[in-house]
């Protein structure tokens, strides 16, 4: 008894490890049994948390889907602006390191996440949706941007607009959820590569 009320009491005193186990609790539950179908009990039981504890870091389950989110978004914009920040890349290089380093190999680390926001993202409105749609719409502005000035300097061509080219690029890396196994034979960073080959061999002048 003495044990388990010292076990408390360290998960008390780690409120960031308190976070993170009601995180992976949250991810794990949504995965396997949905968004709808998991309750706030389900999740801090598995935990090993009380309902306490849940509502001093979320509002809601609505607020622990939107981290979720934040978890793998705040990745990929920190590695998108990264690569916009280099200089002097040329347009098609920029834009392979970005279906790369932003899209593919995140997978690596945020498959379940991913795939968990996308699968359940029907469930938020609101506030909550709002902020997940500023940071979806900064990301993919970064990748319409980058494509319309590669058509605009001629190192793409103008196959259609730049927002429906850039959209069906992150369309094809966000899908791989539905498939990568992280056990393969082929890693993200490997597919990035194949994907990269792929999309940016349609946009680049032809000889």
Do not use: C
Request: hydrophobic share 40%.
């Amino acid at each position: 008894m003495a044990e388990a009320a010292s076990g408390r009491r360290k998960r008390l005193r780690d409120p960031e490890g308190a976070r993170k186990a009601l995180v992976k609790a949250g991810i794990e539950l949504f995965e396997t049994r949905g968004y709808a179908s998991t309750s706030v009990q389900s999740i801090v039981d598995a935990a090993g948390l009380t309902k306490g504890a849940f509502y001093h870091h979320f509002q809601s389950k609505d607020e622990l889907l939107q981290r979720v989110h934040d978890e793998f978004i705040d990745h990929q914009l920190s590695k998108a602006r990264a690569v916009m920040s280099e200089p002097g890349l040329p347009p098609a290089d920029r834009l392979r390191k970005l279906i790369k380093e932003a899209l593919l190999e995140p997978m690596g680390v945020y498959k379940a996440e991913i795939t968990v926001f996308l699968q359940e993202r029907r469930f938020l409105d609101g506030d909550t949706f709002e902020e997940i749609q500023r940071k979806r719409d900064e990301f993919e502005r970064i990748f319409v941007d980058l494509i319309e000035h590669g058509m605009n300097e001629g190192a793409f061509r103008r196959i259609g607009p730049a927002r429906v080219i850039a959209f069906g690029i992150i369309g094809t890396g966000a899908w791989t959820h539905a498939w990568l196994d992280l056990a393969g034979s082929l890693s993200p960073s490997e597919i990035g590569e194949m994907f990269a080959e792929m999309l940016i061999g349609g946009l680049v002048p032809r000889d």
